[in-house]
């Protein structure tokens, strides 16, 4: 309600001390939504000024506060030693809220900004520091020499702050590239130094082809951090790939350069081979990357995905499931193959199932089989066979059989001794209506179940049982029916018909083969 009245302007001018006074308010939330209504209200509430300065020693309001005086510049600016004296308070984020502050309020506050740069060798505030520096743009370029020379001094704290600061300066940075290019191979500094070139437009195209002779660097760090700053220089292309697939072999850079290739789609589709070669190292992290960058491949990358499943399957197993999975769906592959595997990731982990069901019914594309396998194994206590239709319930155990050829092995026990109780319990469901029809299904099912599962079997065997009891009731109920019907005709035809009479009572032959019959 309160940010619907900031949105009325004029209208709301009548309210503006009731709003005002909800700052009094014992509800945080209350007094941080009246701070946004008066800020929205703008020239209408600047007269609050003075009530809303005394929220920025308030931890949990002070940066809404700090958002509200930004918009008032001059009229603020004689609040700014108030400000400026919360840089000395002992609670580091009043502090930082001071900082914050100053930096919203650009030209007015600029006279702070060496103070500020002090600021950058506390471990806590310098990255606020370096944000408030951003702010004051051109005032703060001015300060660029003592921001340099701040990179070669030894506290890490500085170093960072002032390369932060230098990235959030942009244009007004761009003459000490240099400077930065350098600490790429910094060990401490060289992601700091990527972030801040990535915020310089128009990187010279010879400090590009710098920072890639660092990806052949004999250092992983150095080759990582170039890599990184060619990712968010958008630096990167298709004659990068030989190199990006070397990283990928690498257990320390892997993980970076299966980012950048993703990246490049097409560029890379000559190189699959060679990434899904990298499935079998011996290096489970090698494995991750190159699983990776399958997956963010997507479909060309299609005809790898039974080596993909393969190392869910090994002795040594580092790869979690739902990496393989994730990549799966990226690629959009799925089939009853590997949807064991899901299975068992259900089974290890039980609070993972409906991510795994979400992958699995991505991946298929509205597969039948693979629905149906989700419906009934991927969602424990959803789908009970006492809920199914007759039809539902044959569906399931048609799927349910060609899943049982993908388990064989120990390592499947566990998703088989799912699959033959669900067997077992679908088979014998109260809507299950058998017929002769069905039998050579149910007996395939027996045939799995027999040596390991006999109890599933033995239910499955007596609904077999029961069905050809029936069917041969039905046969012999038939033929007595057949048999009533034929005599009824003969006695009714018998007086009426001598054609009647000379079959069956003048021909000795048929009354002694009938007597025989009987």
Do not use: C
Not at 310 to 329: C, G, H, M, N, Q
Not at 420 to 437: F, G, Q, R, V
Request: glycine residues 8%; hydrophobic residues 45%.
């Amino acid at each position: 309600a309160l940010a619907a009245l900031g949105k009325l302007d004029e209208k709301s001018v009548n309210h503006v001390h009731e709003i005002a006074g909800l700052l009094q308010d014992t509800d945080v939330n209350v007094k941080r939504a009246a701070v946004k209504t008066l800020e929205q209200l703008g020239e209408y509430s600047r007269a609050y000024i003075p009530e809303i300065m005394k929220l920025l020693t308030e931890p949990r309001l002070g940066f809404a506060a700090a958002d509200a005086l930004g918009q008032w510049d001059e009229a603020v600016e004689i609040h700014i030693p108030e400000i400026t004296a919360l840089l000395e308070h002992p609670d580091w984020s009043v502090k930082s809220i001071g900082i914050y502050t100053l930096g919203l309020l650009g030209e007015s506050s600029k006279a702070n900004i060496p103070q500020i740069i002090r600021l950058l060798k506390e471990p806590i505030l310098y990255s606020s520091a370096a944000s408030a520096l951003g702010k004051w743009g051109e005032a703060a370029a001015e300060y660029i020499p003592e921001l340099t020379a701040l990179l070669k001094g030894a506290d890490t704290y500085s170093r960072e702050g002032a390369l932060m600061t230098l990235g959030n300066l942009g244009q007004f940075a761009k003459g000490h590239i240099p400077e930065i290019v350098k600490l790429l191979t910094d060990p401490a500094m060289g992601y700091s130094a990527a972030r801040a070139l990535s915020k310089i437009d128009g990187v010279p195209g010879e400090t590009i082809t710098e920072i890639k002779l660092l990806l052949s660097d004999d250092r992983p760090g150095v080759r990582m951090v170039a890599l990184e700053a060619m990712i968010l220089l958008n630096a990167l292309s298709e004659e990068d790939v030989p190199v990006l697939v070397e990283m990928l072999g690498n257990r320390e850079t892997g993980y970076v350069a299966a980012g950048a290739l993703g990246g490049l789609g097409k560029a890379v589709e000559d190189y699959l081979d060679e990434i899904a070669d990298l499935l079998e190292d011996d290096d489970p992290s090698v494995n991750f990357a190159s699983v990776m960058t399958l997956g963010e491949l997507g479909e060309p990358a299609n005809p790898y995905t039974g080596r993909i499943l393969k190392t869910l399957t090994r002795d040594r197993v580092w790869i979690e499931p739902y990496t393989v999975f994730e990549a799966l769906s990226k690629i959009g592959t799925a089939d009853i193959d590997w949807f064991k595997e899901l299975i068992l990731w259900t089974q290890k982990f039980p609070s993972q199932a409906n991510s795994a069901r979400w992958y699995a019914h991505m991946t298929a594309g509205g597969d039948p089989d693979i629905e149906t396998l989700l419906k009934w194994l991927a969602a424990p206590g959803e789908n009970r066979p006492e809920k199914a239709a007759f039809s539902e319930i044959k569906e399931a155990l048609t799927v349910l059989k060609q899943l049982w050829g993908y388990t064989d092995g120990p390592r499947y026990t566990p998703v088989r001794d799912d699959l033959a109780d669900l067997i077992a319990d679908l088979a014998s469901a109260p809507a299950a209506k058998w017929t002769k029809k069905d039998l050579e299904m149910l007996k395939s099912h027996i045939s799995d179940l027999k040596s390991a599962y006999p109890n599933d079997a033995m239910v499955i065997e007596n609904i077999i049982g029961s069905i050809e009891k029936t069917h041969w009731s039905i046969i012999m109920g038939k033929a007595w029916g057949i048999h009533a019907a034929f005599w009824f005709v003969l006695i009714f035809l018998y007086p009426r018909s001598t054609i009647i009479q000379a079959i069956f009572f003048w021909n000795p032959y048929l009354r002694k083969m009938m007597g025989l019959g009987y």
